[in-house]
């Protein structure tokens, strides 16, 4: 699922925007990812940063870098 990039100030929006921008709920990014919404929730509210396993199944699944999710770039630099 390839997104627009746009520049978001944490890793906590970055990963809202990704499931609002691909109209998902919560409930249904959490099955993606064997977790629950609750612990989805954590991640987009900045409770609980996810780990590397989790950062790299969001960057598969909605075609985005893992430099972008952590740092907000979408280039090498």
Known sequence: MK???RKLDSISKRLKHLRLVN????????????????????YER???EPNVQIIIAYA?????TCDWLLRNKSDKS
Do not use: C, R
Request: aromatic fraction near 16%; glycine fraction near 6%; charged fraction near 20%.
């Open 3 to 5: 997104v627009k990039l």
């Open 46 to 48: 900045g409770v609980v």
């Open 60 to 64: 598969d699944y909605f075609e985005v």
């Open 23 to 42: 109209d998902m709920k919560q409930y249904e990014v959490a099955a993606l990812f064997n977790t629950t919404a609750s612990t989805i929730g954590f």
